[in-house]
């Protein structure tokens, strides 16, 4: 049998081109004739003429991006393969695929048409080896957008050392999480010291994480001072500014909206939504590429993007914002005295305390800091006045103690922010003369930790996990408690008393505990309240049961 039938069709194609093809065709083995080969191949590949190597993997899986109908997986091989993720809702059973027959070191396959809040188990490998998964290779897709749920988010700032405390920290906040899942992490910058290089994000970040929690939970990173390598790019012959670090190559952020938020068209910056918790991620540290211009000024890109973001966002249950570079801080950093630290409290906060942004959290001191409910202090530390910039003096601890009910927004009372500086994942330094700032109810600068964030519909608690797995602070937050409610209902109707606020419940009138009770009260009027366990927050039902 001759190799090709020549048709009449081809009798055009000259003669001698058809004789190279067929001498290429002897000489060349024909997958090397496909498209696959890369235009660079590297040394493996050159050895295997037929077959591809087995890859090894060694960055990963980790999660990206993440919406409620979509996830991106990312992974890295040492040597080019295919990529191809299986997956199912049921372990064992991965009876759907997602794949890239490109030949990468670098993976991403994204999953789409999941279904929101659903758990997908997952491996991921080349076309025919599976390079990991097992029970453990598992994610949930985020709520819809608005939704309220029981949703914890992770917050690990300042953290990629490749040192004990790293670690400490690491398994004291996953032995916090236990067994319950939790719906993202978020970075504050400084994922990967001394430079931010790929080569030192191996070790000092995708290692450390690979195990507990990059495989399981996507991540929303922020980048720091060391991600860029601590250089301040001059925006000047130099288009892309930082753009080629490894942290924009390394992961892939939201920017076109698709998980919530305005979209940002830059990976500096973006914003997504958990639920009902409203999130920006911003960049405190580069320039932009086409000015000067830093976040702190509020005439650059992103300022102008935070402020079409938290105007079309206004309706969320809960707004945050986080980034590296805080305002009040006397940790290993002095907010008195530091030029990027002053002009953040004094030009850019401002923007945000006008969109009554309910929570601002940062890293860069290596220490743990947290403020009151405050407002409007912008100046030093000295200018500080309690009474006048705290909008609520409890310490919010929810605890039973003194003076420690939860900061309560309502429609009318909407002001305030609290301000975390959350910086000792993986660092701790000495803190500053001033220490701890005024402006701060807890500081802590001699233990490690990472934090968490649990919200729960109109209830808001953030936890501080110190390295000894001893929630050493903790604060609540609850928006639209403390309810009066009037009900008229006819004679041998029940009616059915639910409280505005989550939490325990004690109920006048009702042996009852639950957080909805049902009641038939006699003709007439009878007044029914729910209480918390600490008095806190109370809610007076008036129901009038009339004969007719
Ligand atoms: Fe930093």
Not at 206 to 220: A, E, H, S
């Amino acid at each position: 049998m001759p190799l090709f039938t020549v048709s009449a069709t081809y009798e055009l194609i000259n003669i001698k081109w058809l004789r190279i093809i067929l001498f290429l065709s002897v000489l060349m083995p024909l997958d090397c004739l496909a498209q696959e080969v890369p235009t660079t191949p590297a040394p493996r590949v050159m050895r295997y003429r037929n077959k591809l190597p087995h890859p090894g993997l060694l960055r990963g899986p980790y999660l990206q991006a993440a919406t409620s109908t979509s996830m991106l997986i990312r992974w890295r091989t040492d040597a080019l393969s295919r990529s191809r993720v299986r997956y199912g809702t049921t372990a064992g059973n991965l009876d759907k695929m997602s794949s890239d027959s490109a030949l990468v070191l670098d993976h991403q396959v994204k999953l789409t048409g999941l279904l929101p809040r659903t758990k997908y188990y997952y491996s991921i490998g080349a076309f025919t080896d599976t390079l990991q998964g097992d029970e453990n290779n598992y994610f949930m897709t985020l709520p819809v957008p608005g939704e309220e749920g029981k949703y914890r988010i992770g917050i690990f700032g300042d953290c990629g050392t490749n040192n004990v405390q790293q670690r400490t920290v690491r398994d004291q906040f996953v032995k916090y999480l236990g067994n319950n899942y939790m719906d993202s992490w978020i970075l504050l910058g400084d994922n990967s010291y001394e430079n931010g290089t790929d080569a030192q994000y191996q070790p000092n970040f995708f290692n450390v994480y690979k195990d507990n929690l990059l495989k399981k939970y996507p991540l929303f990173p922020a980048p720091g001072n060391h991600d860029y390598g601590n250089i301040d790019f001059p925006y000047v012959n130099v288009p892309n500014r930082g753009y080629d670090i490894a942290y924009y190559q390394n992961f892939s952020m939201p920017i076109a909206g698709e998980s919530g938020g305005v979209p940002s068209n830059n990976p500096a910056f973006y914003s997504f939504d958990i639920g009902n918790i409203h999130f920006l991620s911003l960049d405190s540290y580069g320039r932009e590429s086409k000015s000067a211009y830093k976040m702190y000024d509020t005439l650059s890109e992103q300022a102008q993007w935070v402020k079409r973001d938290l105007e079309a966002n206004k309706n969320k249950g809960w707004v945050v914002a986080y980034w590296h570079h805080p305002p009040y801080t006397m940790g290993t950093h002095d907010s008195d005295k530091e030029a990027d630290l002053i002009k953040i409290r004094t030009d850019f906060i401002r923007i945000l305390e006008r969109y009554k942004v309910d929570l601002i959290i940062c890293g860069h001191s290596h220490v743990y800091e947290r403020s009151k409910l405050m407002q409007g202090h912008f100046g030093p530390e000295a200018t500080f006045n309690a009474k006048e910039h705290n909008l609520n003096q409890s310490t919010a601890l929810y605890n039973g103690t003194d003076n420690a009910c939860p900061y309560i927004k309502d429609a009318k009372n909407d002001a305030g922010t609290v301000y975390v500086v959350t910086g000792s994942a993986g660092k701790l330094g000495t803190p500053k003369a001033t220490y701890p700032h005024d402006a701060m109810f807890y500081s802590n600068a001699t233990m490690g930790g990472a934090s968490m964030l649990e919200v729960e519909g109109n209830r808001l608690d953030f936890k501080w996990i110190a390295a000894d797995g001893v929630i050493r602070d903790q604060f609540t937050m609850m928006k639209e408690v403390n309810k009066k409610t009037k009900i008229k209902v006819k004679r041998g109707k029940p009616v059915t008393l639910t409280a505005s606020f989550n939490g325990k419940y004690s109920w006048t009138n009702s042996p009852q505990t639950s957080k909805s009770i049902q009641v038939s009260p006699p003709v007439g009027t009878t007044t029914y309240t729910v209480k918390d366990q600490y008095n806190c927050v109370r809610d007076v039902f008036e129901v009038k049961v009339t004969r007719f």
